[in-house]
C-alpha cells in the first residue's frame, strides 16, 4: 500500500509518514530480535567451546570457574 501511493499516486512524505514509521518500526523490532538471538548463538557456542576444553584438560568437576 505505500509503494502504491508512492508510485501510483505520486504522494509526498507528508502523506505516508506514518506508514512509513509503522514499516521502520517492524523493521526495527525484527532486526533486535534477529540480532539477540545471533549474539545468544553465539555466546552459546563459546560456553560449549569452553567446556569442552575443561573436559579435555580433565577440569570439569574443578573449581575453576567457566
Known amino acids: 500500500m505505500l509503494a502504491q501511493a508512492i ?3 505520486g504522494a ?4 505516508v509518514w ?4 509503522a514499516i521502520a518500526f517492524v523493521g526495527a ?3 533486535g530480535f534477529a540480532l539477540a538471538h ?3 548463538t553465539l555466546n552459546t557456542s563459546r560456553l560449549e567451546k569452553r567446556q ?3 573436559r579435555c584438560a580433565g577440569l570439569a568437576g574443578s ?3 567457566l
Open 7 to 9: 508510485l501510483y499516486r
Open 12 to 15: 509526498g512524505f507528508a502523506t
Open 18 to 21: 506514518p506508514q512509513f514509521l
Open 29 to 31: 523490532a525484527l532486526f
Open 38 to 40: 545471533f549474539r545468544r
Open 52 to 54: 569442552d576444553a575443561f
Open 63 to 65: 573449581a575453576w570457574p
